[in-house]
DNA sequence: ATGAAAGCGCTAACAT
DNA sequence: ATGTTAGCGCTTTCAT
């Protein structure tokens, strides 16, 4: 492999100067700049990266922390952020971490054998050793569709835009809304507070029985849900469920009930994945700015680890939008899956 | 951050014979080497990559090409060879590339600008200047679910999987089977050629004008393929769509037309991805073991760098397997969305 | 069995 | 404006 001494020789001149031409400083004669940038294309030098981040005390690159069981929402948004570092210049390293304490251990572990210029987190960690490590090795985090101590946040307002679509729901005429929701991730909570901030404000009763809380924002878990609801009570006309995923599994569910979406139940998402909007029916969901979340957490990231005020945490807070599709509509009259000739008998 | 030095000086020894204990050699006193060992889990030492990788001429970074506009299957693809790969001790370094020259030119730069172990690509190349860097490079490169000149490829028999997928329609009554395929990639030209091979063995004659061939492999091109299918000819009862997002978004185009699925037209896809078992219909697929497949990638790879025997490529085909669910079902008496009688028309 | 020394490729003072 | 030098953290001969 070609060396900067090589170059050096070529063009009869010290590795120092071809540093200083290959790394824009200034102080070179133009001339010699010229011979050795055209020798450099040339010869199809590349630094070494290895030798660099040694001397310089940077990896160019940094980590991301990933639930091990993430839904397409989370998929979609690390390919971005991971693309967008990518660009920045950075290498993204992925740790994949389940919910439990043990697999945060061991996530601390892999952490620990990395030299990393910063963090990006999708999933709030709660060994207290992550917040140690970061502040001890001085390393910059930002949390993205998530909150992590007081470190810099990208994100929407959850609980706002969960009120907002909730809202809608009320508006169309639903009085009877269930919600599938979530534990393990900040987001999950936020939202289920909108939900029910949503009913409180339109006078409507907060019923717990209504909510069903499962353990990871997968279709899969989407039909637990649906199915633990239907257990329960069937005397609803809307469902808010946490994520599109969510969503999807709960409208499977239904169809396998014979509850048809939207004429019986209105089914409401949150995140507006691409698969929303070729699904039958199409999906009703609260947007997030996928793209914008993905770019702007990788721009907080490198700012922070260029411009060094690693404690100055802020939050960027981006626009969601509701988005009306195919699977919500007004209730129907004399409306609820089990009407009050309780027709429908599972 | 701490250093070999501070352990060796620490113990009272050399770096030399703490380098040996943390690479496991032999000829160390064993109880000095119980000492360095617990000084080094005490005080958390780690060696520095970038210092190892300077000397021992690795990077323990392998390249990843996958095509810009990715799939589910090739998201869920890459996110578990990434995975696997990180487990054997590699860093995975994407490299996004459209189908377009100039994307692979730049992607060629960006690969060049690495000191890379090894390369797993996920899409066919056509610049010839790749395979003369990785020939040059002495890159070890594995194909997944794709071919790459003679390289080591992971997969399954498309053709063979193409064809038994087509085959069952015909088994069940289907006649007229529609195919929504695409270009760019060889696994569709190869499911393509199992789609005309299993219509040769039933007799069933060849009509071009029954394939329309998209550019990508996603479900916004699934619309596109299906409405083209449409416009030339409603005469069809199945459809066999090269990629299960493909799939799903023909099946939205059929359902905006009013026509049923399975009741109208059946639909099989081919993948096998994780939502394929959620939407409504339950899609009828080919399944991919997508699991083994990454697994065998990342275990090829790692053979293939450090075993050295580079240009020994070796074909790796996994079974594929049938999954027969909701989306297909025999044809209706008299069926073709356009009967006789020509009853819906456009 | 262990240590001294050289060197991987690069950058950053420091000199000039 | 440019060259000399030292050193980043590690591994690996080569001695002993």
């Known amino acids: 492999m070609i060396s900067i001494k090589d170059i050096a020789r070529q063009v009869g001149t010290s590795p120092s100067t071809v540093s200083r031409v290959v790394n824009g400083k200034a102080y070179v004669n133009s001339k010699k700049r010229e011979q050795i940038l055209s020798l450099i294309k040339e010869t199809g030098y590349v630094p070494n990266k290895a030798a660099r981040s040694m001397v310089l005390k940077r990896s160019f690159a940094v980590g991301i922390i990933v639930p091990d069981t993430f839904n397409l929402f989370q998929q979609q948004l690390f390919s971005i952020i991971e693309r967008r570092l990518e660009s920045l210049g950075y290498h993204t390293i992925f740790f994949f971490t389940r919910l439990d304490l043990s697999s945060e251990e061991d996530c601390l572990d892999r952490l620990a054998m990395e030299k990393l210029d910063g963090i990006v987190i999708l999933q709030e960690m709660h060994l207290p050793g992550f917040f140690e490590h970061f502040s001890r090795a001085g390393l910059p985090v930002v949390a993205s569709t998530c909150k992590y101590h007081d470190y810099s946040s990208v994100g929407v307002k959850e609980k706002q835009a969960a009120f907002e679509g909730v809202n809608y729901l009320v508006g169309i005429g639903h009085k009877k809304i269930n919600m599938i929701s979530g534990v393990g991730f900040a987001f999950g909570t936020r939202r289920t507070e909108g939900y029910y901030e949503a009913l409180a404000f339109n006078g409507l009763s907060r019923d717990e029985s209504r909510v069903s809380s499962v353990q990871y924002y997968t279709a899969e878990f989407g039909m637990y ?18 994520t599109d ?5 709960a409208i499977r569910v239904l169809r396998d009930e014979g509850i048809r979406v939207p004429e019986d139940v209105s089914v409401l998402g949150f995140d507006d994945i691409y698969m929303s909007n070729y699904i039958v029916p199409r999906l009703t969901t609260i947007r997030q700015p996928i793209s914008e979340i993905g770019e702007q957490t990788a721009m907080a990231l490198h700012r922070s680890i260029t411009g060094g005020n690693v404690s100055a945490g802020f939050d960027i807070e981006l626009p969601h939008r509701l988005v009306i599709r195919e699977s919500t509509a007004p209730p129907a009259a004399g409306s609820g899956t089990d009407g009050p000739e309780g027709k429908r008998l599972s």
């Open 225 to 242: 849900g649906m199915s633990d609801l239907l257990q329960k009570n069937r005397d609803f006309t809307a469902l808010f469920a946490a």
């Open 245 to 249: 995923e969510l969503a999807i599994g």
